[in-house]
């Protein structure tokens, strides 16, 4: 069933991970899809698996380059702002180059996507949905993620902001929250059963998330389905924030 057909989306991160399976998803459940990310070696591999997929790379972090590539992108009804980095490193050792990569690019530049498309968005008078990709470190504090949890706790904030000055334009804002998924990336950095384990003992179900878990919650909040859902912050965790 084709339930996205008729609309287009942007998603953001599109290169790896969450955001490749995303945009893969979304085409094939109709939607012309636009895959950004800052690696054209990737954008040609993902375009390669799906030739409909139009691909866009920039640099998110960089705000003119952006709004010059965004330029290009056509009418938008959904976006998945999914970028994002993870830069670890102790409380005591946080660098302000770390920092400052960190907020440009995971609440910084969500803020300035979802401006642009949104204001496309309420210029045509049509609804929307916007996911943003946060995590369950937003709300829990996690060794050595000063930056990233503070960065998506300001990201979950962003969210409900968006929602309630959006609403009025019937533009949804909502995001998920993942647990560790087993990412190609996630698999690497977690391997290690007694970090893994660590991790997996705060966690009920005592599993990580499969990217289809993440991807599913995204196409749900997208869609039809959760029309009367804005300013949410879906769980993805198997019961972590619950604790």
């Keep these: 069933m084709e339930r996205f057909s008729g609309r287009r989306a942007l998603v953001t991160g599109a290169g790896k991970g969450i955001g490749r399976a995303v945009a893969v998803a979304l085409n094939r459940a109709g939607a012309q899809v636009v895959a950004l990310s800052r690696t054209q070696a990737d954008l040609d591999n993902l375009q390669k698996e799906c030739p409909g ?7 998110l ?3 003119e380059a952006t709004e010059a590539a965004l330029s290009q992108v056509g009418d938008t009804d959904l976006l998945v702002n999914n970028a994002a980095v ?15 990569r960190s907020f440009s690019v995971n609440v910084r530049a969500v803020l300035h996507v979802s401006k642009i498309v949104a204001q496309k968005m309420i210029a045509r008078g049509v609804p929307g949905a916007i996911v943003n990709v946060s995590s369950q470190a937003s709300q829990r504090a996690l060794t050595d993620h ?8 300001a990201l979950d904030m962003l969210t409900k902001s968006m ?13 998920v929250n993942p647990t560790v998924v087993m990412t190609d990336m996630g698999r690497l950095n977690w391997t290690d059963p007694q970090k893994a384990g660590a991790m997996m003992s705060r966690i009920p179900m005592r ?16 869609s039809d389905q959760s029309n009367m859902t804005t300013g949410a912050m879906l769980p993805i965790d198997g019961g972590f924030l619950a604790c």
């Design 53 to 59: 997929i139009q691909i866009l790379c920039v640099d």
């Design 61 to 63: 972090a960089d705000w």
């Design 86 to 100: 993870a830069l670890l490193q102790p409380f005591l050792e946080v660098t302000k180059e770390a920092f400052d």
């Design 146 to 153: 000063t930056v990233y949890c503070s960065t998506k706790s």
């Design 163 to 175: 929602a309630l000055e959006l609403g009025p334009h019937q533009i949804r804002v909502n995001s």
């Design 207 to 222: 599993k990580f998330a499969e990217v289809d878990d993440v991807v599913n919650g995204i196409l749900f909040l997208l």
